[in-house]
């Protein structure tokens, strides 16, 4: 039997990539779940054509925001698994890449949001 070895020099590195993880875990959840609802809210941006009946809206202008508002929920998630990927492999930090995703969807949730009102009168 061998006993423990008296080296805790590594000891710190390995606590804080455990909490590195855990946070990386909880954020991610945290950005799944945001991602699911914006991008649920997302698709009842359409709906601000129910009022176009006589025109005046600009209704490429809605496809638009939908999509913006689609397209970086995809980019955010895409951002994220890229960036943790990176730092699983290269032992790097985890957790600004799901900060970075969230930041991205919501972002462009609200720009999305606001060429809708832009482009209803």
Request: proline letters at 3%.
């Amino acid at each position: 039997m061998t006993a423990a070895p008296t080296d805790r020099s590594d000891l710190g590195r390995t606590t804080g990539r455990t909490i590195d993880i855990v946070a990386t875990v909880l954020l991610v959840l945290l950005q799944l779940a945001g991602s699911f609802f914006l991008g649920f809210w997302a698709l009842f941006f359409s709906l601000a054509s129910d009022g176009c009946m006589g025109g005046g809206c600009e209704e490429h202008g809605i496809e638009f925001g939908v999509l913006l508002a689609l397209a970086t929920n995809l980019a955010g998630l895409l951002l994220s698994g890229v960036g943790i990927t990176r730092g699983v492999r290269w032992y790097r930090l985890m957790w600004p890449w799901p900060v970075l995703g969230m930041l991205l969807l919501v972002s462009g949730f609200w720009v999305g949001a606001q060429v809708v009102e832009a482009a209803v009168p």
